[in-house]
């Protein structure tokens, strides 16, 4: 039976990412072995979306993302774009040391 999920960051910058995840978002962990922090999260969800293309993405997802982007905010994370209405959600993005953008949204679905 599936009991969870487990997602990676694939960066250019490992111990930054780790630092940021660990420092900047407030995820908590464990070290897995020689520093390989494993990021705990509350809860998760997938869903499948049509594409000309096969990929996979990591989003995060809040249930107030004006209070969550303050809360980063005053821990140093730089928001790449204001929060965007969207029909599905409120969204924004912030960038992963060495791993690019990632969204942040609070979804309108339960």
Not at 3 to 31: C, I, N, Q
Not at 39 to 55: E, T
Not at 75 to 94: C, H, K, L, M, Y
């Amino acid at each position: 039976m599936i009991v969870g999920l487990h997602g990676l960051f694939y960066t250019t910058d490992p111990e930054a990412a780790r630092a940021f995840l660990r420092d900047k978002l407030g995820l908590p962990s464990y070290d897995s072995g020689g520093g390989w922090l494993i990021f705990d999260v509350a809860s998760a969800d997938i869903g499948c979306h049509p594409s000309d293309r096969a990929y996979h993405a990591v989003s995060f997802s809040c249930d107030d993302i004006d209070a969550t982007v303050a809360e980063m905010s005053q821990r140093g994370v730089i928001f790449n774009q204001p929060v965007a209405e969207e029909d599905w959600g409120r969204v924004t993005s912030f960038d992963l040391p060495g791993g690019g953008p990632i969204p942040l949204y609070q979804p309108k679905y339960k």
